[in-house]
């Protein structure tokens, strides 16, 4: 192991943010209840996967990238709508990254670059530049054969210091180290976003709800421009600071935005999908007898068509929903 330490300086500007976003967590802290909405985390995912490829220039619109993950027919490239199923896939399995792993970071670009690029889940083997949303490259990358020993030393730092430093700047440095370093030949932005968000929610779960991809969208020219500044002055401090300043906004936005009592619909939502497990069919009258329930209208008018609205429920037969072969799925 090397004595690598990424240059970056703690000023009182990223202080003053921790602060700000640590008192907002703390009131979303308060309300239980998040975990029992599975439509905002879902919803919040959607946005976050639209956010993430539109920085990219994938074409695809909001209610698009929603059509395809709810498995219906959108008309558009072939390879924007693969990359909407291998986002989706690779933000489902956000829980289960080791954020401290290079193997899962690598088993991570594998599945967001599933059928769309060559070298998937691999280091690129040529050498690249980055480039701004018009084009103009803003950081030469360091050539292909220092990438093994960059990134072991990054990841190797992270482990020896995710106690001591706090998880908000560690993931912020490891979103612009990540991007300086450029490993892979395609896909390095959307795994740089995807990471920090593996690195923060498995600090906190609560930032499987907060799409901050959609912040960055917002502010895609600062994004860059943060970056850019960063490899002119050769440390990731103004990237911090801007992160920072991303999520103390981005939570504003969350609380005010989001309601947090539970409307009935919710808890027969949340019900409905505790007694199924994902991918696996079953009648209405298997389901009615896990819920306890006895009438088919019930079970269709509170349950199934309000979960099947929010693309939280599949039916096996979409064509026919009357069939008496009608089955149900959670995905």
Same mark, same amino acid.
């Given at each position: 192991?090397?004595?690598?330490? *990424? !240059? ?22 308060n309300y239980s209840n998040l975990n029992k909405m599975p439509i905002l985390r879902r919803n919040n995912k959607i946005e976050s996967i639209h956010s993430s490829l539109k920085i990219e220039a994938n074409s695809l619109s909001l209610d698009q990238v929603k059509d395809v993950i709810d498995g219906k027919l959108v008309l558009g490239s072939k390879k924007e709508i693969q990359e909407v199923k291998n986002a989706y896939k690779a933000y489902e399995m956000i829980k289960e990254f080791d954020p401290y792993s290079l193997n899962d970071l690598k088993k991570a670009h594998g599945v967001m670059t599933f059928l769309t690029v060559e ?12 480039? %701004?949303?018009?084009?103009? #490259?803003?950081?030469? #990358? *360091? +050539? !292909? ?21 706090? +998880? ?14 450029? +490993? ?20 906190? %779960? @609560?930032?499987?709800?907060? +799409? ?17 500044? #960063?490899?002119?002055?050769? %440390?990731?401090? @103004? ?12 939570? %504003? ?27 696996? !069919? ?23 068509? *309000? ?9 096996? @037969? !979409?064509?026919? *929903? ?10």
């Amino acid at each position: 192991m090397t004595d690598y330490k *990424p !240059p970056f300086t703690i000023t009182n500007k990223m202080l003053e943010y921790i602060s700000s976003i640590m008192e907002k967590i703390g009131k979303l802290d308060n309300y239980s209840n998040l975990n029992k909405m599975p439509i905002l985390r879902r919803n919040n995912k959607i946005e976050s996967i639209h956010s993430s490829l539109k920085i990219e220039a994938n074409s695809l619109s909001l209610d698009q990238v929603k059509d395809v993950i709810d498995g219906k027919l959108v008309l558009g490239s072939k390879k924007e709508i693969q990359e909407v199923k291998n986002a989706y896939k690779a933000y489902e399995m956000i829980k289960e990254f080791d954020p401290y792993s290079l193997n899962d970071l690598k088993k991570a670009h594998g599945v967001m670059t599933f059928l769309t690029v060559e070298e998937s889940g691999e280091f690129r083997k040529d050498n690249e530049g980055v480039f %701004d949303g018009n084009g103009n #490259c803003i950081h030469i #990358c *360091p +050539p !292909p054969e220092q990438i093994n020993a960059l990134m072991k030393d990054l990841f190797n730092w992270m482990k020896k210091n995710k106690k001591q430093i706090h +998880p908000l700047i560690l993931s912020s440095i490891f979103h612009y180290e990540f991007v300086f370093i450029h +490993p892979f030949s395609d896909g390095n932005g959307r795994i740089s976003r995807l990471w920090q968000n593996v690195i923060l929610s498995n600090w906190k %779960d @609560i930032f499987e709800y907060i +799409p901050i991809e959609s912040q960055l969208l917002k502010y895609q020219n600062d994004y860059y421009d943060a970056i850019a500044k #960063c490899n002119k002055n050769g %440390d990731s401090t @103004i990237f911090i600071e801007f992160m920072l300043n991303m999520f103390d906004e981005i939570l %504003d936005e969350f609380i005010n935005n989001t309601v947090i009592s539970l409307t009935d619909e919710t808890i027969n939502i949340n019900k409905i999908l505790s007694v199924m497990e994902i991918n696996k !069919p079953l009648t209405a009258n298997e389901i009615m007898s896990r819920l306890g329930i006895k009438s088919k209208e019930t079970l269709r008018k509170n349950y199934l068509d *309000p979960a099947i609205r929010e693309g939280l429920i599949i039916q096996t @037969i !979409p064509d026919r *929903p009357t069939s008496k072969n009608q089955m149900y799925y959670k995905i």
